[in-house]
Structures are given as C-alpha cells and as structure tokens.
C-alpha cells in the first residue's frame, strides 16, 4: 500500500500565480482557501510610494518570466492597468488567466471620476486585461451588467459587459 506523503501531495496540485495588492483579511482569506486546492505562489504588488511602485512592477514582472511556464494558471484580485504585464505574458505563454473583480474594476461613475474606465488609457489597458481572462470572477452580479437608474447624474449603465468589448471568458459569480 502507497501513502501518500505531504510532499507528493503538494507536487500533485496544480500550481497558481495570485497577484495581490495587500495582505488584508478578505484578500488573505481567498489565498487561504486557494491553497486548500491548489499550489499557490503569490507576488504582493507595493503601490506607495511611486518609487516603490516602479520598482515593484519590475519584481512582479521578473516573478512572472521565472514562474509563469510552472503555473497552471495566474490570479488576480481588482483589475486595473498593473495587469497588462500578467495579461500579456498569460497569452504569451498559454497560460489562464483568472480575474476577480470588486467593483472600482467594473463601475463607471463619469461625474465623480470613478472606476477604471473614467480614463481612456486606463480603460484600453483593462479592456485588454478583461479580453484576456479566460475566467472572470466578479463579487457580485452587477459587476456584469446594470443600469444605474437611480443615479442623479441619468442613468449609467456599468458592468463589465456594459463597459468593455470582446469579454469572452468565462464569468462566474460568487
């Protein structure tokens, strides 16, 4: 009889980038139950300072290149221009890429400015991030597709389906 040690166990799962921008508790949770099922490797993205920002792109990028031909699959939490580099280098190598969205990522309120798709670079980026997951993981359903009929400033329609073209991944809502 074979038993199975911690170890072959462990080179049995199938390996997962995730990209993070914090450790905070929901975000720590998520790896938590990732790592039930899979091998995870994770990259915690540094935004502040500027510098370090730079900076740390460069890392997640280098990170990218020395682990995406093991990965199974990337995973990132709040899609924003960051993403571009994991997106290109998912399609590069042919590896999925999977997407979880929370709603700065998947609302347009022109008036106040928010969400990604207020600025046309920003949304040319994201548009291609989306376009590129194989497997969007929205926290809600009006992440996909809604009107906003109660807004002051008429309605607006948000949704990544709404607000981006050419989204063919895979939607699923938790």
């Not at 997640?60 to 199974?72: E, F, G, K, S, V």
């Amino acid at each position: 009889m074979h038993t199975t040690t911690r170890n072959e166990s462990i080179m049995s799962k199938k390996s997962i980038l995730y990209i993070k921008l914090s450790d905070s508790p929901f975000i720590t949770e998520d790896e938590n139950i990732l790592k039930d099922a899979f091998e995870v490797n994770s990259f915690t993205l540094k935004t502040a300072p500027r510098p370090a920002y730079a900076v740390s792109l460069l890392k997640m990028t280098l990170w990218l290149l020395c682990n995406i031909r093991h990965a199974h699959a990337v995973y990132a939490f709040f899609v924003s221009w960051y993403l571009i580099i994991p997106a290109l280098l998912c399609r590069i190598a042919g590896v999925p890429l999977a997407l979880s969205i929370g709603g700065f990522d998947a609302n347009w309120l022109p008036a106040l400015a928010y969400g990604v798709y207020h600025k046309r670079i920003s949304r040319s980026l994201c548009g291609f991030v989306y376009r590129s997951a194989s497997l969007i993981i929205p926290v809600h359903a009006s992440l996909v597709r809604v009107e906003n009929r109660y807004s002051e400033y008429n309605t607006v329609k948000e949704g990544i389906l709404n607000l981006f073209d050419g989204i063919r991944g895979r939607i699923v809502v938790i």
